[in-house]
Every structure is written in C-alpha cells, then in structure tokens.
C-alpha cells in the first residue's frame, strides 16, 4: 500500500508543478499544446514500443482486455439511455454526454498511473487499444450518423485508426513481443530516452490544464447532466469492472486492482475536442473532464485502499 501511495503522490507532485509553471506562464503561452504534442506524436508512441515489445500479449489480450471492453460499453450504453430517455436529450447531446461516462484518460494520466501506481506501463495497453482502435471510432461513427455536417466513409475509419501514432507505437510493440524478434541496442536506446519524456511532459501539460476553468456554471443548464456524467465516470465504470473482473472472471490480486484503477482513469481530453467539432454537448464534455480529472486521484487512491 505505502508503495501505491508513493506512486499517487509522485503523479500528483509532477501535477503541481505543472500547474505552477502554467500559472506563472513560465513556459510561455503555447506550452501546454507544444508539450501535447510531443507526448502524442513522438514521446508516448516510443514508451508504449518499448513497454509492449517486452510485454507477454496474453496479459495484454486476455483477461484485461475483455473487462476493459465490458466496462467501458456497459457504462457508455446505461448512460446513453439516461441522457436520451431520461434527461430527454438529443441524439448527438446524448452520445457525447455517453462518450463523456465512459471514455477515460487512457494517455496523459493512464500512462503515468500506469507506471507509478500498478509498476508497468502495459497495465493500460488494454485501455489504449480498446479506446483507440474501437471504442472511440465507433462514438465518431455514430455522432458522424445523427448529424449532417460529417460522415465518415469505412475508408476514413480505418485511417482514423492507423493514422493513430499511439495505435502505430502500440501495434509494432506488440509485434515484436510476438514474434521475439531482438531489437538491437543501438536503436532501442534512442527510443528509450524519448520515451522517457512522455511521463514528465503529460503530467505537466495535464497540471497546466486545471488552471482558469469554472466548471458547473449555472447559466449552462447542464449540471445534473455533469453530475451524472463525473458519477458514471468516477463511481459506475469502476464499479462494473470490479463486479465483471472479480466474479465473472475470478480476477483478484494485483490483476483485479490493476483493471479497476484503470476503469476509474477520468474523462478524456478528446471528448471535449470531439463535442466541438460535432457542436454537441459541449458543457457537460468541458465539465465532466475537468470535474472527473480534479477527483480521479482521489478516487483511484480510495480503490487501492478498498482493495489493498
């Protein structure tokens, strides 16, 4: 446990140091996006090469896997009747506001976690995988069908995927770790100094994104919305993985508390990205991130110590 929480209290020192150096404007204006995009583009497709092509694949496919898939569907379909049936939502409201339930954090706080917390940055290979390579595209799909100012052709869906550099960085990793080709030293050691950058340079960035925002603004009408949204996130998510993982599965140990950690990650950046380009839900995708993102650290320190 004092393991655990050393590894929380690591993330969350790298954090503050991002929101001091964000509120001082140390780094400029544009660093938060410059330090995005280096951890995305570059730094994290190099650390999940690294990670991945040393993994064992059935840790990465089986088991976690499927609660991943399990948990994530589960929780994006119950509040998607919610939203739709309930709160009387449209179509394209009520699948942002699903999408912002249940899509976590896989990158900028699921890589770190990862790696200070579980002790292995494979741990959240599942997530990333699921997220980017299904779970995500088929969200875009289906908001790309309920409004007409996009469509996504099956040919842009399969680019959306592979044009991912995380999927790229992901997908390499793991065919090295099937085939048990060696990668030579002289190449694996640049890889491995980039990808060193990606966990200092997301939680930086992650720490200067707290800085400013109000969430839960009355005049947005959309705080039970939100509520629900972060409580589905936070609470229904992990909650469903640990039901399915522990007597389902019969997952328990380090396996068990490894997929409820990573379920209970917070609501991921690109939901909002994804509310403005299909100008749906956009407060409850804005307040979900920033209310799920504040408590997910929290929560997730209050998951290791039910189950430690």
């Known amino acids: 446990m004092i393991g655990v929480l050393s590894g929380f209290f690591v993330v969350w020192a790298i954090i503050l140091v991002g929101m001091f150096v964000g509120r001082r404007n140390i780094l400029g204006e544009n660093a938060r996006s410059v330090l995005s995009s280096l951890t995305f583009f570059v730094a994290s497709p190099a650390l999940l090469f690294e990670t991945l092509s040393k993994a064992?694949?059935?840790?990465?496919f089986a088991a976690p896997l499927l609660v991943t898939a399990v948990g994530a569907v589960v929780t994006g379909l119950?509040?998607?009747?919610i939203a739709k049936f309930w709160l009387k939502r449209a179509m394209p409201e009520a699948l942002m506001s699903s999408m912002s339930s249940s899509?976590?954090?896989s990158a900028n706080l699921g890589i770190p976690i990862a790696v200070f917390v579980l002790g292995d940055a494979s741990y959240v290979a599942p997530l990333l995988i699921f997220q980017l390579a299904f779970f995500t595209p088929m969200y875009l799909m289906a908001l790309d069908a309920s409004t007409s100012s996009h469509r996504t052709t099956p040919v842009r869906f399969l680019l959306m995927i592979v044009k991912n550099p995380m999927i790229v960085g992901s997908a390499l990793g793991l065919l090295v770790a099937g085939t048990g080709f060696q990668?030579?030293?002289?190449i694996l050691e640049p890889i491995h100094l980039i990808g060193g950058a990606a966990i200092p340079a997301m939680l930086m960035s992650f720490g200067m994104s707290l800085n400013g925002s109000k969430p839960l603004q009355k005049a947005a009408g959309r705080r039970l919305d939100t509520l629900l949204a972060s409580g589905f996130k936070l609470v229904v998510h992990p909650l469903i993985a640990y039901l399915f993982a522990r007597f389902v599965l019969g997952m328990d140990g380090h396996a068990l508390f490894a997929v409820v950690v990573t379920s209970a990650l917070p609501t991921a950046q690109n939901v909002f990205v994804a509310a403005n380009r299909y100008q749906a839900g956009i407060t409850v995708a804005k307040d979900t991130v920033l209310i799920t993102t504040i408590v997910a650290v929290p929560a997730m320190i209050a998951v290791a110590l039910l189950l430690a």
């Open 183 to 186: 990668v030579p030293t002289l």
């Open 78 to 81: 119950l509040f998607f009747l």
């Open 103 to 105: 899509l976590a954090n």
């Open 56 to 60: 064992k694949l059935h840790d990465v």
